[in-house]
């Protein structure tokens, strides 16, 4: 397993209530670089007006066009890395370690 997948796979995995809280902008954040890593740039038209989360997905994904697959991956993982520290929380110790290895 790559370090992107391992960081998509902590992401995911994330409680609701835990000691890593991604605010709206970087759940934004994880959306878009997930999307570029994995499908490249924006090929889908921009959602409705009244779709106001599918508009915000799109819009970050736009906002790293251009971004390409291994840049976007190491972004992801670098958020996340960014993210475990800062809650100082053991419980990720073993995941921080495994990223940075």
């Known amino acids: ?13 994330l409680p609701p209530t835990g000691a890593v809280k991604p ?3 970087d759940q934004l954040y994880f959306y878009s ?7 490249g740039d924006v090929n889908v038209a921009r959602p409705g007006m009244l779709d106001f989360t599918g ?15 291994e840049d976007a991956e190491a972004k992801y993982v670098a958020k996340l890395l ?3 520290k800062a809650s100082g929380s053991e419980e990720y110790k073993d995941e921080i370690a495994e990223l940075e290895a």
Do not use: C, H, N, R
């Open 1 to 13: 397993m790559s370090k992107f997948e391992k960081a998509v796979d902590i992401v995911k995995k």
């Open 33 to 39: 670089y997930f999307k570029q890593a994995t499908v």
């Open 23 to 25: 605010t709206q902008e």
């Open 82 to 84: 960014t993210l475990l």
């Open 55 to 69: 508009k915000a997905k799109w819009d970050a994904w736009k906002g790293v066009e251009g971004t390409s697959k």
